[in-house]
């Protein structure tokens, strides 16, 4: 970052950052923190003092904060410090409020007794709040409205941009301003009947079904949250997780002791259990058609809703086009997809589960070589000899103990690689295997079972050939249509990110954020080309990747352990 002068583009002009932090680095603010606390120490009196960044208040009576105020403009400039008294605002109580117009008469600061905003949210009397909440909330549901807007034609970019950026703002304010749950109901109605409805296609949600989006997105949800519901829920977390740190500002210390930032990490994980706790028995406690009950289990898969939350970026690859997005909802939550084909190739009628099931037609082929190819290609990074569809030696007189075991001359696995698991010569083989769990004959297994079964087979099938005739070793590796795992395919994928982070020198929870990610994008590409069939045109292209570090936090990929 400090390699060469940034450009800051100006008026039409460039001028070159030459000192000080450049914009956006993040060390900017605790750089500057030190810069100002010898002013801060200076200026230690019987007033109470804050700080955020540069802003500068303070708190007590109105002598004391005309002393304040004079040193601050005496002592600021040699620190760098220039208060701006236009910029500046006195909020007194009514009662005193003449005495303080008179006291600060020769500074040209504003002066009030009805309220001021306050990094980010107010200070002041009742009705001032109230309109400050009212006029914030109004400008926020214009801008939903617009978003709404968005939606119909660029549903994958508006929701991306909701929930990435103007939740977080709303969370913000719901964490400083207390009781405004009545006020966020305007924000939810546009929610649920203009903004769900344009990115899903559909014209309404049901009670259950709004209740099941407003989840997190591993817990089956999209991560819309009804504003209404959680104002208490944000405040009551950040006055208990902040309460360490108002101590400190009321005794005005100066340091921040270990003891503080340890209290406080007690606090939040405190809080995140209990909220991992209250999502769960919400997920319980939602009474859903059997359909969406299925579809969310599938769908809480971990890497399974990776797809969603990564952010929609073109050069990365993450990017669905509205029909593509929507028909990705739809199987997400078991809704019907609009204008399907009636018949399907095979002559049956046509429906999601019989495209997704469906051996004829290259779609399924389709779909195992991606996930086969994107998993060779990383493979190769990290050992010598990958071959795909590698051929196995033919049995001469060999017996193989099950019957549904592989005997054919000319079997092939999907990928052999060289001293995969350990440091050894050994070969392992792999196969891939992308199975429908909602496929008849799964449809009332746990999906662990599914994945077990999946696996099984896989294994009876090659695992003693490879281990007696090859002397390798053999992994299956099962995806459901939906975008889970299996268990040993967890297993050979932390695997590789570690083999791959390690060679390349990059964190390990980015490089498996990455190939979750990617996979999990391949995996829903495929289903809706499945369901698309050759009228769809969206292959899953993986751009070729400098650094995982990137993408997962231009994109940000929520990080896998
Ligand atoms: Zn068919």
Same mark, same amino acid.
């Given at each position: 970052?400090?390699?060469?002068?940034?450009?800051?583009?100006?008026?039409?002009?460039?001028?070159?950052?030459?000192?000080?932090?450049?914009?956006?680095?993040?060390? /900017?603010?605790?750089?500057?923190?030190?810069?100002?606390?010898? #002013?801060?120490?200076?200026?230690?009196?019987?007033?109470?003092?804050?700080?955020?960044?540069?802003?500068?208040?303070?708190?007590?009576?109105?002598?004391?904060?005309?002393?304040?105020?004079?040193?601050?403009?005496?002592?600021?400039?040699?620190?760098?410090?220039?208060?701006?008294?236009?910029?500046?605002?006195?909020?007194?109580?009514?009662?005193?409020?003449?005495?303080?117009?008179?006291?600060?008469?020769?500074?040209?600061?504003?002066?009030?007794?009805?309220?001021?905003?306050?990094?980010?949210?107010?200070?002041?009397?009742?009705?001032?709040?109230?309109?400050?909440?009212?006029?914030?909330?109004?400008?926020?549901?214009?801008?939903?409205?617009?978003?709404?807007?968005?939606?119909?034609?660029?549903?994958?970019?508006?929701?991306?941009?909701?929930?990435?950026?103007?939740?977080?703002?709303?969370?913000?304010?719901?964490?400083?301003?207390?009781?405004?749950?009545?006020?966020?109901?305007?924000?939810?109605?546009?929610?649920?009947?203009k903004f769900i409805p344009a990115i899903t296609g559909r014209k309404t949600v049901t009670n259950e079904e709004r209740q099941l989006l407003a989840l997190p997105c591993r817990n089956g949800g999209l991560g819309i949250i009804d504003p209404t519901c959680q104002c208490n829920l944000q405040y009551d977390a %950040?006055?208990?997780?902040?309460?360490?740190?108002?101590?400190?500002?009321?005794?005005?210390?100066?340091?921040?002791?270990?003891?503080?930032?340890?209290?406080?990490?007690?606090?939040?994980?405190?809080?995140?259990?209990?909220?991992?706790?209250?999502?769960?028995?919400?997920?319980?406690? #939602?009474?859903?058609?059997?359909?969406?009950?299925?579809?969310?289990?599938?769908?809480?898969?971990?890497?399974?809703?990776?797809? #969603?939350?990564?952010?929609?970026?073109?050069?990365?690859?993450?990017?669905?086009?509205?029909?593509?997005?929507?028909?990705?909802?739809?199987?997400?939550?078991?809704?019907?997809?609009?204008?399907?084909?009636?018949?399907?190739?095979?002559?049956?009628?046509?429906?999601?589960?019989?495209?997704?099931?469906?051996?004829?037609?290259?779609?399924?082929? #389709?779909?195992?070589?991606?996930?086969?190819?994107?998993?060779?290609?990383?493979?190769?990074?990290?050992?010598?000899?990958?071959?795909?569809?590698?051929?196995?030696?033919?049995?001469?007189?060999?017996?193989?103990?099950?019957?549904?075991?592989?005997?054919?001359?000319?079997?092939?696995?999907?990928?052999?690689?060289?001293?995969?698991?350990?440091?050894?010569?050994?070969?392992?083989?792999?196969?891939?295997?992308?199975?429908?769990?909602?496929?008849?004959?799964?449809?009332?297994?746990?999906?662990?079972?599914?994945?077990?079964?999946?696996?099984?087979?896989?294994?009876?099938?090659?695992?003693?050939?490879?281990?007696?005739?090859?002397?390798?070793?053999?992994?299956?590796?099962?995806?459901?249509?939906?975008?889970?795992?299996?268990?040993?395919? %967890?297993?050979?994928?932390?695997?590789? /990110?570690?083999?791959?982070?390690?060679?390349?020198?990059?964190?390990?929870? %980015?490089?498996?954020?990455?190939?979750?990610?990617?996979?999990?994008?391949?995996?829903?590409?495929?289903?809706?080309?499945?369901?698309?069939?050759?009228?769809?045109?969206?292959?899953?292209?993986?751009?070729?990747?400098?650094?995982?570090?990137?993408?997962?936090?231009?994109?940000?990929?929520?990080?896998?352990?």
């Amino acid at each position: 970052m400090y390699r060469g002068d940034a450009s800051l583009f100006i008026d039409g002009e460039t001028v070159y950052s030459r000192e000080g932090t450049t914009q956006g680095d993040p060390l /900017a603010m605790s750089i500057y923190g030190i810069a100002i606390l010898p #002013l801060i120490q200076k200026l230690q009196g019987l007033y109470k003092q804050l700080r955020f960044a540069d802003d500068a208040s303070a708190g007590g009576k109105i002598t004391q904060l005309k002393d304040w105020w004079t040193r601050m403009q005496s002592l600021g400039p040699s620190f760098g410090y220039h208060p701006n008294p236009l910029k500046t605002w006195l909020l007194a109580k009514e009662q005193h409020l003449d005495t303080a117009k008179e006291v600060f008469e020769d500074c040209d600061i504003h002066i009030t007794s009805t309220g001021q905003r306050h990094l980010g949210s107010a200070l002041g009397s009742d009705s001032f709040l109230r309109d400050f909440v009212a006029t914030k909330i109004s400008s926020w549901v214009d801008e939903l409205e617009n978003f709404s807007e968005v939606a119909k034609t660029e549903p994958q970019a508006a929701y991306a941009a909701l929930t990435h950026g103007l939740i977080v703002r709303w969370t913000y304010f719901m964490r400083t301003t207390p009781g405004i749950s009545d006020h966020m109901a305007p924000l939810e109605e546009v929610l649920r009947h203009k903004f769900i409805p344009a990115i899903t296609g559909r014209k309404t949600v049901t009670n259950e079904e709004r209740q099941l989006l407003a989840l997190p997105c591993r817990n089956g949800g999209l991560g819309i949250i009804d504003p209404t519901c959680q104002c208490n829920l944000q405040y009551d977390a %950040s006055v208990e997780v902040t309460a360490p740190l108002v101590e400190l500002i009321m005794e005005q210390k100066n340091a921040i002791s270990i003891d503080v930032e340890i209290e406080q990490k007690k606090r939040k994980s405190r809080l995140k259990a209990n909220r991992l706790k209250e999502v769960e028995e919400k997920v319980n406690s #939602l009474t859903l058609p059997e359909t969406l009950e299925r579809a969310a289990k599938l769908i809480s898969d971990k890497g399974a809703s990776n797809w #969603l939350t990564a952010l929609p970026l073109e050069r990365h690859g993450f990017v669905l086009h509205k029909g593509a997005f929507r028909d990705a909802l739809c199987l997400r939550y078991g809704w019907m997809p609009k204008k399907l084909l009636t018949k399907c190739e095979c002559g049956s009628a046509f429906s999601i589960n019989h495209a997704l099931n469906c051996p004829n037609g290259t779609f399924p082929i #389709l779909r195992h070589n991606e996930v086969r190819d994107f998993t060779g290609k990383l493979l190769a990074e990290v050992c010598p000899d990958v071959i795909l569809e590698p051929d196995l030696q033919p049995l001469e007189g060999e017996s193989l103990d099950f019957a549904s075991a592989n005997h054919e001359d000319n079997a092939r696995a999907d990928i052999r690689a060289r001293g995969f698991w350990g440091g050894n010569r050994q070969c392992v083989f792999f196969d891939v295997k992308v199975f429908n769990p909602n496929a008849q004959s799964y449809r009332r297994s746990s999906l662990e079972s599914c994945f077990r079964h999946e696996e099984n087979t896989k294994k009876r099938k090659y695992e003693q050939r490879i281990i007696e005739v090859e002397h390798g070793s053999f992994t299956p590796l099962v995806f459901s249509t939906s975008g889970g795992m299996g268990n040993l395919a %967890s297993t050979f994928y932390k695997r590789l /990110a570690s083999l791959l982070s390690e060679k390349r020198r990059e964190a390990y929870s %980015s490089t498996l954020g990455w190939i979750r990610t990617h996979l999990s994008f391949s995996l829903l590409r495929s289903a809706i080309m499945c369901v698309r069939r050759a009228r769809s045109s969206i292959k899953h292209v993986v751009k070729g990747c400098d650094s995982f570090d990137l993408v997962v936090a231009e994109a940000h990929i929520h990080e896998s352990q």
